[in-house]
């Protein structure tokens, strides 16, 4: 019984998956977890990862490892994201890490990424059929794909981030609505330039989301008391509860809504910017609902070593 682990290095969260692989049937989660550690935190204005964020981070990953390690498991693979490959200190992190964790880690680029969450989302939502546009709002960049026929058509990364934006626009309190507004043409421009020739004459079928912003509010939509990926996987978000969370949560601050259910404290002030890009890449794609995937990087990354490389 072969065992693998995959830790997703983001820019806001460390993620760690435990799967059990038998000779015969599919894969099995064993152990799955994650630490929100604000890797990029500072980075847009510095372009360094600064010291505090470079230890939290280490020692989520050094832990991460040896708990997959405690499980059986020596074939752990580390991947990551924007905020270390846009560091200007990224190699000095990357030493780092792999002489505490005992793991190599591997930099992947924007376009890598997106396939890697591809992967994951396909998993985990085998019915995906036709032209769909799968976003994954992250710490540093959102990462866009256009698939066709369940491969890549087109994929780009874009440098908006809920953690830079949370930065600028100071997301702490209850939501300043002008403020808000600003932030909201910042990503309406940011994904004009940038997906200008993304999807050209193409309208998708669908849209489906990945990562922390929009499995929060699947989350939040349903209610939940304790998240459940079961529950969250596949979870359709429309636009009207979509707004209506944007509001109930914009008239708290942010240490009001960290005592929410199923909204973590380090992504109490970043749920805002991440909203925000959530609803402009909805306009941005004429859609009125989101499909939700709780699968993505970390799934995509074992699927991709249990094939023996990218498809």
């Keep these: 019984m072969r065992r693998l682990a995959a830790i997703d290095l983001g820019s806001n969260t460390v993620r760690l998956l435990v799967v059990e692989v038998p000779a015969a049937g599919p894969r099995r989660a064993l152990y799955e977890t994650q630490a929100i550690t604000r890797l990029g935190e500072g980075l847009a204005a510095t372009g360094r990862l600064s010291e505090a964020a470079m230890t939290r981070t280490i020692a989520a990953v050094a832990d991460f490892c040896r708990s997959a390690e405690a499980r059986g498991t020596h074939e752990i693979f580390i991947v990551a994201t924007s905020a270390v490959r846009d560091a200007l200190n990224r190699q000095a992190f990357v030493d780092r890490v792999q002489r505490a964790a005992g793991h190599a880690v591997e930099v992947v680029t924007g376009e890598e990424e997106a396939r890697l969450a591809l992967l994951g989302v396909l998993e985990g939502l085998p019915g995906l059929a036709g032209t769909f546009v799968l976003f994954d709002i992250g710490g540093g960049s959102t990462e866009f794909i256009l698939a066709r026929a369940r491969r890549v058509a087109a994929a780009v990364s874009l440098p908006l981030g809920v953690v830079p934006l949370a930065e600028r626009y ?133 699927t991709q070593h249990l094939s023996g490389g990218p498809p």
């Design 170 to 302: 100071g997301t702490d309190g209850p939501v300043d609505w002008s403020r808000y507004a600003d932030m909201e043409r910042e990503i309406r421009s940011g994904l004009a330039g940038g997906l200008a020739a993304f999807a050209a004459g193409s309208r998708p079928d669908s849209l489906v989301g990945t990562a922390g912003t929009v499995t929060t509010l699947a989350a939040l939509d349903q209610e939940l008391q304790a998240y459940d990926p079961a529950q969250v996987q596949g979870h359709v978000l429309e636009r009207p509860r979509i707004e209506r969370l944007l509001k109930r949560l914009g008239a708290l601050p942010a240490a009001a809504r960290a005592t929410l259910p199923c909204l973590e404290p380090g992504r109490a002030d970043l749920i805002i910017p991440g909203i925000a890009i959530c609803l402009a890449v909805m306009d941005r794609f004429g859609a009125s609902a989101v499909s939700v995937s709780d699968s993505g990087l970390r799934e995509g990354i074992l």
